[in-house]
Every structure is written in structure tokens, then in C-alpha cells.
């Protein structure tokens, strides 16, 4: 009896994942992206990754994260890079495709999975939320503001300078006073 | 042979809840290890190595469900072996969910144990210290609920034998649920008359009742709550103190093999194998004193 | 030394105009087994239960209770709890708690007795009374027998002077009676124990009590020893009535009005036998011819039957034959898990055979549908009767079967009236089926399914926990059935009964039937399982079974010298 639902659970799991359209790729198609090129025509973003602030909170890091392979000893992860912007881009599909291209590990959660109707990044280059104390997170600028809202919801214009940066502080250590945390 | 149930109830649940609270709060694959091991070696001496085996056929494929279902949740990972919906699946989340599965594992195979070595009445023996009356009632509850199965598939069946309440409709049998749960309510009731009469007899409700048990706590006890202490102590320490901590992201953690970390293992082996070491022992002194004969 | 002193004692239930107990007097010595006996509704419990202070019921007495001198409203709780220890009918509903070794505690536990010495007492007695083998075991899993050990243990080890028990074996297989009477007397014979015992089945208490009461309408008859109170029985104006239940042996002597001193075991009926009817001209009965056979089809007939409970558990039915005519009165003996009830359930359709083949009036029992089985077919009266009943009254029961049955309003009303007149229940219909006594419920329940009008009636121990008055009632009732056309077969432990009421017999052994002999053949051949009469009488005579049997042919043979 318990063996029977258990296999049932399993072949419903399967079934669920291949009737969800799966898309299975491997590890070199994924990466195998096209950038658009820059033509003197197209309108572009330029979008950064940076993560001093850990550098200044080193102690709250994670002990499987101090490692220079983690947090680069400048806290660049992305130097400031120019992308073309395609129409109604929003700050999430420019970051999407800026790590596909340079092989940046992300890990977001869907704008379906939470109440802000909106794409949450949960990590970059392996650092998550939390992985520098209680209050540290990713958040970004764009303009030097911080939106109030999530980063799927904010479409771009050309010209607009993306900044994602880690906070340890939420938001404080990157000049942001208000209480939320935009980068949401 | 039984060896570990002899313990006093109070060394018992000692241990299972240490045993529990040790495997539910590290994901370390060695101490994990131990963890599943001794579970599933003292269930195999509890019952019969071949109903271990049986219920292996269940827990190996829950194990793989656990363990391929993390992947899909969980990205996180310096290895990814293929990517699904534009997700990696890595090589790091898939060792972390096999190692939440042998937590889980564990803990059933332990909470398996429990049921056979802590039974009822060495839990009642426990917790009816604080609350004799609460004890009391629940000994008659226990005592009462068999009766009370056995009772109404007694008259179902009767029932049956009449020719009621067996017809295919889903109303009528409904109704003769019904009135067979109202008859045995009635029945209840006029038990408890006797039963009632038959504690009152017995001089229920004389002042200062006393709360007998048949276990006594002897030094053997008082040593085994000893030792234990200090296992669990040291286990916790390098807990505590992220001697025996492991983690899975973004790279899987090599196994550290300093005198620290070997002797934090050796410690909590030594927890997680007692009862199994105990009745192997047991089974060892026993034949040897046999072959003495 | 006087325990207890009964003077002047009445007592009416609250509602009732005829008082239960009628100015009774009584001393009860240190020391005695006193057995008290009498048709049902005599008072006898009501005595007993008005001696414990705990459970005397509520209504008006008169009159007065010493214990050891003491007014009973003036005993000290402790001693009251403690010294009188009390053991009821039923074994199932006097066990309070789960375990074997807290149910022995609990007593000693309201008293209030350090643990040390709960465990010393606790321990004497589960060695005494053998529980040790299942002492770590949960209640419900005993069997009636131990349970009612257990019950007696667990009262014995407050330390009582004296121990009062209400009909303790009549829920008890005879094997489970036996070892437990025999517990009482050793409790009596070694311990010095006072014994107050209630009792219906007197074939064994009988010899070895010091005091016989014999009640009737709330009065004390006789208070004397077992001899000679058997002696005074047959003097008795209604002694018919008042010596149903008594041992063979005194039945014998009295129903031969013999003089001297009674007999009260088989050895001493044996010997009063041989001393007094030597004369052996006639040795046989004829038995009268039964309805020629095979002429209809057989009302059951099994081929083969093979069940068992579950795939790994041993077969209970091996291979089963059995064949009973129409219009027979069929009785299957055996000892306790030889498949009796197993092997009603699988004629009547609750356990399916996994090999072989019943039918019933020549129509197998697969071929029946739905509830036609149940229907003017076969009807099946369990061994607990009280689970046939499911509503506030036997009327309302008797009802449902009715509309079940489709019958009319009138129709039904006279159907019921008339089966009620015939099973002597007209006047309990509106009683609560759980308010009748053991007796009145199984002849309401036998009621309830004979409304379905079988033509096949299976009972299951129909004699358990019933009075004797209320078995010669039932044997009547099955001998007027019987006449009516419908075959009965009975699975049961109680030898006496079916030696008078059966038309044939037959043994379970080892899950299978045993030849089926008339009774007096049957009986007569056996050693150990036949009844008291045929063991007083075989050297005798050949084929008497009954007390009547042997009144009869030693009246044949010129009565006693």
C-alpha cells in the first residue's frame, strides 16, 4: 500500500515534469547565446555586478563562500558592460542575458512564486540572500535610484545605467535609506 | 533478545530524542551516515533482518524521490550537469537532497525503533508522573479502543448475517453506519457502568492514590543517562562549534580528517551505534553462557 | 467467627412494587465457601451486590449488614475497598486499564500503597494465579478465561477476607469454568479464604462448597451443607423448577426420591447407583427412529472445506464434511479453536472457503444473491445476542426486521406477537434490549431472526452465560421449531445440553468432523466429553445420558432397592 503510493507519487512527478514542456539542454547549449551586436542604430543599457560590500563584512560571510573564486578581491563581478535593449526589456531580461553571456552563475525565483508578482534574485554568482548576515541581499539602481518595485516590472530606456549590488545592510551600506528592499 | 528495551524508560527516550535531535539538525553526510546505519542495523535486531529488508523497498525509492526532487528546487552549485527550463541542475543540490533523503530516512528508521522499544506504558510511566489522572485515563482509553474496534465489526457482521444494511446503495449502507455507531454508543455506555463499578469496587476514589510502575531506575540506568549525556554533550559541542559541519553550496566541502573532526566522529558513532553494540553484546553473552552449559 | 451478619434484610428497586429480597437472614463464618443458587431473578445478586458497600444498587432497603460486627454504613472506606473483595459476571467490562500488570496494580494503587510494596504483592500474585507468562501483555488480548483470572487476581491482591463473586464462569468456556473454580478452591482450601459465590453451573462448586443457599422470591430456602441441602431439595414443593442446574447427581437421587444421604459428585452418584439399583434387567433405551433420511435434499451439505483466516496463517477447516437433513436438531461439539464458529460463519456466507463447496437445500450457497440467503433461508444467532440489537427497544427492532422483510403493518404486528408468545418475550418488548438478563435477551434475539423466517437456524454457544431454566426454556423452543419444520445445527461446549435437545451430534477435531452419532450413542462412547449422568451411569446401563435417562430406566428396572 505505502509502496504503491510512493511509486505513484514518483510516475506523477515524472509525468508532471515532462508534461510542464521540459525544456532539457546541456551545460554548452545554454551558454551557446548570441549577444545582439552594437550598431550606432540600437538603443543600449549598460549593466554592472558588484559586490564590495562583502569585502567590508567579511567575517558575516559564509565560511564556504571566502574564497576568492566566490567573491573576486575587487568585488567586480561585472564590470560595467553596454547591451543592446531590446523592446520592452526590463531590468531582469538585460541581467538574464548578461550572465547567460559571461556564464554567471543566477538563481531567481519566478514572478509566479511570490506575492510581488515579480522575478526575486535570489543569487548571484553564488551569493545568495543571507549569505553575509541576516540583512544581505542583491538590490539594484538603475540611474542611481532605487526602485520601488521589482526588477521584471521596471522597463528600460535606452541609455539607462543597470547597477546590481549586494547589500549587507539592507540597502543602507548602498545608500539606499528606505526601509524595503528594491532590489525585489 | 532485547537488551536496549530494559533500559529505563527515561534512558530510552533520552536517546531517541538525542538521536532525533542530532540527525534532524546536520546534514553531514558522515554523521548522517552513522545516523542511518545504526537505525537501520538495531531495526534489523528489533525485528527481523528480513522485514528490514521489506521496508527497504519502500525507503530506497522514497530516498531517490527526496534526492531528485531538491535539484528542481534548488540551483545553487558550482557543477551543473544540465540545464532544464534554463535552470541548472547541479551536481551539488542533487548530493545535498540525497543528504536531506538519509535525514529523512533516518529519522523514520529511528521513529520505527521508538515505536518498538518505547512502548505505550513506558511513555504513560513518563509523562504520567506529571499528570497521574491524565495517566490513568489514557491506560483506559488505550484498553478501550480494541474493545470498541472488535466490537463494531462484531455487529456489522451480525448486522450483515440479518440481511440489513449490506445492500449496494451508498445511503442505506450510510444510514447502517449510523445506527450500528449509535448501538455502540449505547453499548459504550453500559460497559463503562461496569467497568465503573468494577474500579469503584477496587476503591477508586480513596484519598492519595498512589501511581505504581514496574520500572525501576538501577545504576545500570544511572550510568547509561551518564554516558549518554556525554555523547550527546560532545556531539553537540562539534556542532556548536562547526567542527562537524558541512556544506553543499556552492562546492561540495571536502571531508576534513583533522584529530578534532575523527574524534567528534568517533563520538557521535558511539551514540548512534549503542543500542545495536548492546544487543549484539547481549547476543554474544548469551551464547557464550550457553556454550558454558 | 461471623464476617458477615445479615439480619431482617429487604430491599425493593425504586419503581417496583415486589420487594427483590424479602426479610433474608444469613451469617456467613470466617473461613466457608458458600455457594447461593436459585432460579433466576431469586435475588441472589442483588444479595451479594447489597454485601459491598461500593456497588449496592440503588432502592429501598430494610433491615441491617454487619461485617466482623460493624454496621456496614459504618465501615471504614479502606477496610470496605479492601477486605471484601468483589468479582463480577462479565470479564470483559471488569477490566479497568491496558496492561495485565497495571490492571493487578490498580487496586493497590488507590489504596494508596508505596511502590516497593505494589510490587512485592503485585508479583506474589501474578506467580500465584500463573500470570507471569502474561504479565507484560495488553488486556484486550486475553481470552475471556484469563480475563476473569485476571480480574480475580487483581481483587486478591488487596488482601481480602472475603471474596464474593457473581456468576464469575458463565461467560467462560468449560475449560476456563473449571480452571477457575478450581482456583477458588484452592484460594479457599489453602489461604483459609471466605468464598460467597453465586453460581449456575453447580455440577462442580456443588461438592466442594461448605454451604449451600438455596433462594427463591427474595426468601432463603435452605442454608445448610451441599448434602443435605440436596437431600431437602427433593422434598421441595416445586422441585422440578428449583433443582434445574444442580449437580447430575443430586437430580438423580431426587428424581428417584431416594432416601439417605444425597450424593453430590460422579463418584458418588456411581456408588449410590450401585448400591441402590443393582437390578440391570433393561440396560438399554431405545432411541425412537428418526425421520427417514435422504428422502428431501439435505438442509447442509459441505464437500471439501478448506478456509482459513489469512494466507499465512494455518487452515482452521480441513477438508470438512458435513451433512445435516432437513427438520434435524444438529449439534457440533468441540473444544475451544477446533473452527465451531468458523465453520457457522462459513455456512451461513461470512467466511468464503477457499476450496470445496457448501449448499444449502441442494442450491449452492454462491448462487444466492444479495440478501436472499438471509431471507427465508438461513437465519444466525451469534454468541453475544446483546450485538443483534441496534434500537432503544426489542420492539423497534423486531420492526425493522418486519419492513426489512416487507411484511404488512398488521401482518407484521401479528407475526411478532405470535413469535413473542412462543419465546415467552410478549411481556419485555418494550424493554431496552441491554436491560433484559442473559436469558431473555437470547430468546429475543432468537426472536429477531426467526421474523426473518428461516428455514435453517445456526446457533452459535446458544447456551452461554444462560441460566439452566433458561436452556430447558430454549430446548423447548427449539423442539416446538423443530416441529414447525425448521433444522437447527448449534456449535457448543455444554455436553448436558446437547445430549437432551440434539437429534444428532457429531465431534470438531482438528478441523474436521468427526462421525455424527445419535446422542445416546455418541455420548456413551465418549469418556472424558459427555455429560455427568452418562459417566454416574455407564457401568450400569449402556446408552443413558440424560438425569432422565437414568431416572427412567432405573425406574424400569423396579426403582431402587
Same mark, same amino acid.
Given at each position: 500500500?505505502?509502496?504503491?503510493?510512493?511509486?505513484?507519487?514518483?510516475?506523477?512527478?515524472?509525468?508532471?515534469?515532462?508534461?510542464?514542456?521540459?525544456?532539457?539542454?546541456?551545460?554548452?547549449?545554454?551558454?551557446?547565446?548570441?549577444?545582439?551586436?552594437?550598431?550606432?542604430?540600437?538603443?543600449?543599457?549598460?549593466?554592472?555586478?558588484?559586490?564590495?560590500?562583502?569585502?567590508?563584512?567579511?567575517?558575516?560571510?559564509?565560511?564556504?563562500?571566502?574564497?576568492?573564486?566566490?567573491?573576486?578581491?575587487?568585488?567586480?563581478?561585472?564590470?560595467?558592460?553596454?547591451?543592446?535593449?531590446?523592446?520592452?526589456?526590463?531590468?531582469?531580461?538585460?541581467?538574464?542575458?548578461?550572465?547567460?553571456?559571461?556564464?554567471?552563475?543566477?538563481?531567481?525565483?519566478?514572478?509566479?512564486?511570490?506575492?510581488?508578482?515579480?522575478?526575486?534574485?535570489?543569487?548571484?554568482?553564488?551569493?545568495?540572500?543571507?549569505?553575509?548576515?541576516?540583512?544581505?541581499?542583491?538590490?539594484?539602481?538603475?540611474?542611481?535610484?532605487?526602485?520601488?518595485?521589482?526588477?521584471?516590472?521596471?522597463?528600460?530606456?535606452?541609455?539607462?545605467?543597470?547597477?546590481?549590488?549586494?547589500?549587507?545592510?539592507?540597502?543602507?551600506?548602498?545608500?539606499?535609506?528606505?526601509?524595503?528592499?528594491?532590489?525585489? | 533478545?532485547?537488551?536496549?528495551?530494559?533500559?529505563?524508560? &527515561?534512558?530510552?527516550?533520552?536517546?531517541?530524542?538525542?538521536?532525533?535531535?542530532?540527525?534532524?539538525?546536520?546534514?553531514?553526510?558522515?554523521?548522517?551516515?552513522?545516523?542511518?546505519?545504526?537505525?537501520?542495523?538495531?531495526?534489523?535486531?528489533?525485528?527481523?533482518?528480513?522485514?528490514?529488508?521489506?521496508?527497504?523497498?519502500?525507503?530506497?525509492?522514497?530516498?531517490?524521490?527526496?534526492?531528485?526532487?531538491?535539484?528542481?528546487?534548488?540551483?545553487?552549485?558550482?557543477?551543473?550537469?544540465?540545464?532544464?527550463?534554463?535552470?541548472?541542475?547541479?551536481?551539488?543540490?542533487?548530493?545535498?537532497?540525497?543528504?536531506?533523503?538519509?535525514?529523512?530516512?533516518?529519522?523514520?528508521?529511528?521513529?520505527?525503533?521508538?515505536?518498538?522499544?518505547?512502548?505505550? +506504558?513506558?511513555?504513560?510511566?513518563?509523562?504520567?508522573?506529571?499528570?497521574?489522572?491524565?495517566?490513568?485515563?489514557?491506560?483506559?482509553?488505550?484498553?478501550?479502543?480494541?474493545?470498541?474496534?472488535?466490537?463494531?465489526?462484531?455487529?456489522?457482521?451480525?448486522?450483515?448475517?440479518?440481511?440489513?444494511?449490506?445492500?449496494?446503495?451508498?445511503?442505506?449502507?450510510?444510514?447502517?453506519?449510523?445506527?450500528?455507531?449509535?448501538?455502540?454508543?449505547?453499548?459504550? &455506555?453500559?460497559?463503562?457502568? +461496569?467497568?465503573?463499578?468494577?474500579?469503584?469496587?477496587?476503591?477508586?476514589?480513596?484519598?492519595?492514590?498512589?501511581?505504581?510502575?514496574?520500572?525501576?531506575?538501577?545504576?545500570?540506568?544511572?550510568?547509561?543517562?551518564?554516558?549518554?549525556?556525554?555523547?550527546?554533550?560532545?556531539?553537540?559541542?562539534?556542532?556548536?562549534?562547526?567542527?562537524?559541519?558541512?556544506?553543499?553550496?556552492?562546492?561540495?566541502?571536502?571531508?576534513?580528517?583533522?584529530?578534532?573532526?575523527?574524534?567528534?566522529?568517533?563520538?557521535?558513532?558511539? &551514540?548512534?551505534?549503542?543500542?545495536?553494540?548492546?544487543?549484539?553484546?547481549?547476543?554474544?553473552?548469551?551464547?557464550?553462557?550457553?556454550?558454558?552449559? | 467467627?461471623?464476617?458477615?451478619?445479615?439480619?431482617?434484610?429487604?430491599?425493593?428497586?425504586?419503581?417496583?412494587?415486589?420487594?427483590?429480597?424479602?426479610?433474608?437472614?444469613?451469617?456467613?463464618?470466617?473461613?466457608?465457601?458458600?455457594?447461593?443458587?436459585?432460579?433466576?431473578?431469586?435475588?441472589?445478586?442483588?444479595?451479594?451486590?447489597?454485601?459491598?458497600?461500593?456497588?449496592?444498587?440503588?432502592?429501598?432497603?430494610?433491615?441491617?449488614?454487619?461485617?466482623?460486627?460493624?454496621?456496614?454504613?459504618?465501615?471504614?472506606?479502606?477496610?470496605?475497598?479492601?477486605?471484601?473483595? =468483589? $468479582?463480577?459476571?462479565?470479564?470483559?467490562?471488569?477490566? $479497568?486499564?491496558?496492561?495485565?500488570?497495571?490492571?493487578?496494580?490498580?487496586?493497590?494503587?488507590?489504596?494508596?500503597?508505596?511502590?516497593?510494596?505494589? %510490587?512485592?504483592?503485585?508479583?506474589?500474585?501474578?506467580?500465584?494465579?500463573?500470570?507471569?507468562?502474561? =504479565?507484560?501483555?495488553?488486556?484486550?488480548?486475553?481470552?475471556?478465561?484469563?480475563?476473569?483470572?485476571?480480574?480475580?487476581?487483581?481483587?486478591?491482591?488487596?488482601?481480602? %477476607?472475603?471474596?464474593?463473586?457473581?456468576?464469575?464462569?458463565?461467560?467462560?468456556?468449560?475449560?476456563?469454568?473449571?480452571?477457575?473454580?478450581?482456583?477458588?478452591?484452592?484460594?479457599?482450601?489453602?489461604?483459609?479464604?471466605?468464598?460467597?459465590?453465586?453460581?449456575?453451573?453447580?455440577?462442580?462448586?456443588?461438592?466442594?462448597?461448605?454451604?449451600?443457599?438455596?433462594?427463591?422470591?427474595?426468601?432463603?430456602?435452605?442454608?445448610?451443607?451441599?448434602?443435605?441441602?440436596?437431600?431437602?431439595?427433593?422434598?421441595?414443593?416445586?422441585?422440578?423448577?428449583?433443582?434445574?442446574?444442580?449437580?447430575?447427581? $443430586?437430580?438423580?437421587?431426587?428424581?428417584?426420591?431416594?432416601?439417605?444421604?444425597?450424593?453430590?459428585?460422579?463418584?458418588?452418584?456411581?456408588?449410590?447407583?450401585?448400591?441402590?439399583?443393582?437390578?440391570?434387567?433393561?440396560?438399554?433405551?431405545?432411541?425412537?427412529?428418526?425421520?427417514?433420511?435422504?428422502?428431501?435434499?439435505?438442509?447442509?451439505?459441505?464437500?471439501?472445506?478448506?478456509?482459513?483466516?489469512?494466507?499465512?496463517?494455518?487452515?482452521?477447516?480441513?477438508?470438512?464434511?458435513?451433512?445435516?437433513?432437513?427438520?434435524?436438531?444438529?449439534?457440533?461439539?468441540?473444544?475451544?479453536?477446533?473452527?465451531?464458529?468458523?465453520?457457522?460463519?462459513?455456512?451461513?456466507?461470512?467466511?468464503?472457503?477457499?476450496?470445496?463447496?457448501?449448499?444449502? =437445500?441442494?442450491?449452492?450457497?454462491?448462487?444466492?444473491?444479495?440478501?436472499?440467503?438471509?431471507?427465508?433461508?438461513?437465519?444466525?444467532?451469534?454468541?453475544?445476542?446483546?450485538?443483534?440489537?441496534?434500537?432503544?427497544?426489542?420492539?423497534?427492532?423486531?420492526?425493522?426486521?418486519?419492513?426489512?422483510?416487507?411484511?404488512?403493518?398488521?401482518?407484521?404486528?401479528?407475526?411478532?406477537?405470535?413469535?413473542?408468545?412462543?419465546?415467552?418475550?410478549?411481556?419485555?418488548?418494550?424493554?431496552?434490549?441491554?436491560?433484559?438478563?442473559?436469558?431473555?435477551?437470547?430468546?429475543?434475539?432468537?426472536?429477531?431472526?426467526?421474523?426473518?423466517?428461516?428455514?435453517?437456524?445456526?446457533?452459535?454457544?446458544?447456551?452461554?452465560?444462560?441460566?439452566?431454566?433458561?436452556?430447558?426454556?430454549?430446548?423447548?423452543?427449539?423442539?416446538?421449531?423443530?416441529?414447525?419444520?425448521?433444522?437447527?445445527?448449534?456449535?457448543?461446549?455444554?455436553?448436558?445440553?446437547?445430549?437432551?435437545?440434539?437429534?444428532?451430534?457429531?465431534?470438531?477435531?482438528?478441523?474436521?468432523?468427526?462421525?455424527?452419532?445419535?446422542?445416546?450413542?455418541? =455420548?456413551?462412547?465418549?469418556?472424558?466429553?459427555?455429560?455427568?449422568?452418562?459417566?454416574?451411569?455407564?457401568?450400569?446401563?449402556?446408552?443413558?445420558?440424560?438425569?432422565?435417562?437414568?431416572?427412567?430406566?432405573?425406574?424400569?428396572?423396579?426403582?431402587?432397592?
Amino acid at each position: 500500500m505505502k509502496k504503491d503510493l510512493l511509486a505513484l507519487g514518483f510516475v506523477l512527478l515524472i509525468v508532471a515534469v515532462l508534461l510542464s514542456g521540459t525544456k532539457f539542454q546541456t551545460v554548452e547549449e545554454y551558454y551557446l547565446t548570441h549577444i545582439d551586436d552594437i550598431t550606432p542604430e540600437s538603443e543600449t543599457v549598460t549593466v554592472s555586478i558588484e559586490c564590495s560590500n562583502i569585502l567590508k563584512n567579511w567575517d558575516d560571510l559564509d565560511p564556504s563562500l571566502q574564497s576568492e573564486e566566490f567573491v573576486p578581491s575587487d568585488g567586480v563581478i561585472l564590470p560595467p558592460t553596454e547591451y543592446v535593449l531590446r523592446p520592452g526589456d526590463t531590468v531582469f531580461d538585460i541581467l538574464e542575458r548578461a550572465v547567460r553571456y559571461n556564464k554567471i552563475q543566477m538563481e531567481y525565483q519566478g514572478a509566479d512564486q511570490n506575492i510581488y508578482k515579480s522575478v526575486y534574485i535570489q543569487g548571484i554568482h553564488y551569493l545568495y540572500e543571507f549569505s553575509c548576515g541576516p540583512l544581505s541581499g542583491w538590490m539594484y539602481r538603475v540611474n542611481g535610484e532605487f526602485p520601488l518595485y521589482g526588477c521584471s516590472r521596471y522597463e528600460l530606456k535606452d541609455g539607462d545605467v543597470i547597477e546590481w549590488v549586494y547589500t549587507c545592510d539592507l540597502g543602507r551600506d548602498v545608500g539606499n535609506d528606505w526601509k524595503e528592499e528594491a532590489g525585489s | 533478545m532485547k537488551a536496549f528495551s530494559n533500559f529505563h524508560p &527515561l534512558v530510552l527516550f533520552f536517546y531517541f530524542i538525542s538521536v532525533l535531535l542530532l540527525t534532524m539538525f546536520t546534514l553531514h553526510p558522515v554523521l548522517l551516515f552513522f545516523s542511518l546505519l545504526g537505525a537501520v542495523l538495531f531495526a534489523s535486531m528489533l525485528e527481523t533482518p528480513r522485514a528490514v529488508l521489506v521496508s527497504l523497498g519502500f525507503y530506497v525509492p522514497m530516498f531517490l524521490l527526496i534526492a531528485v526532487t531538491n535539484p528542481l528546487f534548488s540551483h545553487n552549485g558550482v557543477t551543473p550537469l544540465f540545464f532544464m527550463n534554463d535552470n541548472p541542475v547541479t551536481l551539488e543540490a542533487i548530493l545535498y537532497g540525497a543528504a536531506a533523503a538519509g535525514m529523512v530516512i533516518s529519522v523514520m528508521y529511528w521513529c520505527r525503533c521508538y515505536n518498538t522499544v518505547v512502548t505505550s +506504558d513506558k511513555f504513560l510511566y513518563l509523562f504520567g508522573k506529571l499528570i497521574p489522572k491524565l495517566s490513568l485515563i489514557l491506560s483506559m482509553a488505550l484498553r478501550f479502543v480494541p474493545l470498541f474496534k472488535a466490537q463494531v465489526k462484531k455487529i456489522s457482521r451480525i448486522q450483515k448475517t440479518m440481511g440489513l444494511y449490506s445492500s449496494e446503495s451508498k445511503v442505506d449502507r450510510l444510514r447502517g453506519g449510523f445506527r450500528v455507531f449509535s448501538a455502540i454508543v449505547t453499548w459504550s &455506555l453500559e460497559n463503562a457502568v +461496569d467497568t465503573a463499578a468494577s474500579m469503584r469496587a477496587r476503591g477508586y476514589g480513596l484519598p492519595g492514590r498512589s501511581n505504581y510502575s514496574i520500572y525501576r531506575f538501577t545504576p545500570r540506568d544511572g550510568a547509561a543517562l551518564g554516558i549518554l549525556a556525554v555523547l550527546l554533550g560532545g556531539s553537540l559541542w562539534g556542532m556548536k562549534t562547526k567542527v562537524l559541519e558541512f556544506s553543499y553550496y556552492p562546492r561540495v566541502a571536502a571531508l576534513s580528517l583533522t584529530p578534532v573532526v575523527l574524534a567528534g566522529y568517533a563520538v557521535v558513532s558511539a &551514540l548512534m551505534f549503542l543500542p545495536f553494540l548492546i544487543e549484539v553484546k547481549e547476543n554474544l553473552v548469551w551464547n557464550y553462557f550457553r556454550s558454558k552449559i | 467467627m461471623e464476617l458477615f451478619s445479615i439480619k431482617d434484610l429487604s430491599f425493593t428497586y425504586p419503581d417496583e412494587a415486589q420487594k427483590v429480597l424479602n426479610s433474608v437472614n444469613l451469617t456467613v463464618s470466617e473461613g466457608e465457601f458458600m455457594v447461593v443458587c436459585g432460579p433466576s431473578g431469586c435475588g441472589k445478586t442483588t444479595l451479594l451486590r447489597l454485601l459491598k458497600r461500593e456497588l449496592s444498587p440503588h432502592g429501598k432497603r430494610e433491615g441491617e449488614i454487619r461485617y466482623l460486627g460493624t454496621l456496614q454504613e459504618e465501615l471504614d472506606d479502606r477496610v470496605s475497598a479492601g477486605e471484601i473483595g =468483589f $468479582v463480577m459476571q462479565n470479564p470483559e467490562n471488569q477490566v $479497568v486499564t491496558d496492561k495485565v500488570w497495571h490492571e493487578l496494580a490498580f487496586g493497590l494503587e488507590n489504596l494508596g500503597l508505596p511502590n516497593g510494596e505494589i %510490587r512485592r504483592r503485585v508479583g506474589e500474585m501474578a506467580s500465584f494465579f500463573g500470570i507471569n507468562r502474561w =504479565f507484560d501483555r495488553k488486556t484486550s488480548e486475553l481470552s475471556g478465561g484469563q480475563k476473569q483470572l485476571l480480574n480475580l487476581a487483581s481483587v486478591m491482591v488487596m488482601q481480602p %477476607r472475603v471474596l464474593i463473586l457473581d456468576e464469575p464462569t458463565s461467560q467462560l468456556d468449560p475449560v476456563g469454568a473449571a480452571e477457575f473454580i478450581t482456583t477458588l478452591h484452592k484460594l479457599n482450601r489453602d489461604l483459609g479464604l471466605t468464598i460467597l459465590l453465586v453460581e449456575h453451573r453447580l455440577e462442580e462448586v456443588f461438592a466442594i462448597a461448605d454451604k449451600a443457599v438455596v433462594m427463591d422470591r427474595g426468601r432463603v430456602l435452605f442454608n445448610d451443607t451441599p448434602r443435605t441441602v440436596g437431600g431437602l431439595l427433593r422434598d421441595c414443593p416445586e422441585k422440578g423448577r428449583m433443582l434445574l442446574g444442580m449437580p447430575s447427581a $443430586v437430580r438423580i437421587f431426587s428424581g428417584l426420591n431416594a432416601t439417605g444421604a444425597c450424593p453430590l459428585t460422579v463418584k458418588e452418584g456411581r456408588l449410590f447407583l450401585k448400591a441402590h439399583a443393582s437390578n440391570q434387567a433393561c440396560r438399554r433405551i431405545e432411541d425412537g427412529e428418526l425421520k427417514p433420511l435422504g428422502k428431501e435434499l439435505p438442509a447442509v451439505q459441505t464437500k471439501e472445506l478448506w478456509f482459513r483466516y489469512e494466507r499465512n496463517l494455518p487452515d482452521v477447516l480441513k477438508g470438512l464434511y458435513l451433512t445435516v437433513e432437513q427438520g434435524e436438531i444438529f449439534a457440533v461439539l468441540g473444544e475451544n479453536g477446533s473452527g465451531k464458529s468458523t465453520m457457522l460463519r462459513a455456512i451461513s456466507g461470512q467466511n468464503a472457503a477457499y476450496r470445496g463447496k457448501v449448499e444449502l =437445500f441442494g442450491k449452492k450457497l454462491q448462487s444466492y444473491k444479495g440478501t436472499e440467503l438471509y431471507r427465508h433461508n438461513v437465519a444466525f444467532l451469534p454468541q453475544d445476542p446483546q450485538s443483534v440489537f441496534l434500537k432503544p427497544t426489542v420492539k423497534q427492532d423486531f420492526q425493522e426486521i418486519c419492513s426489512a422483510m416487507g411484511y404488512e403493518k398488521q401482518e407484521a404486528e401479528g407475526v411478532v406477537a405470535r413469535l413473542a408468545e412462543q419465546l415467552e418475550i410478549s411481556a419485555l418488548l418494550d424493554r431496552h434490549p441491554y436491560d433484559l438478563s442473559g436469558g431473555e435477551q437470547q430468546r429475543a434475539a432468537l426472536c429477531k431472526v426467526l421474523l426473518l423466517r428461516p428455514r435453517l437456524l445456526l446457533l452459535d454457544e446458544p447456551t452461554k452465560g444462560i441460566d439452566a431454566y433458561a436452556k430447558n426454556t430454549l430446548e423447548q423452543i427449539l423442539k416446538e421449531l423443530q416441529q414447525q419444520g425448521i433444522t437447527t445445527i448449534m456449535v457448543t461446549h455444554d455436553v448436558e445440553f446437547a445430549a437432551s435437545c440434539a437429534d444428532r451430534c457429531a465431534m470438531l477435531f482438528h478441523g474436521e468432523i468427526m462421525d455424527a452419532e445419535r446422542p445416546r450413542e455418541f =455420548f456413551s462412547t465418549n469418556t472424558f466429553y459427555t455429560t455427568a449422568a452418562s459417566r454416574i451411569s455407564r457401568t450400569l446401563y449402556e446408552n443413558t445420558v440424560t438425569v432422565e435417562d437414568v431416572v427412567e430406566l432405573c425406574s424400569r428396572n423396579g426403582g431402587l432397592q
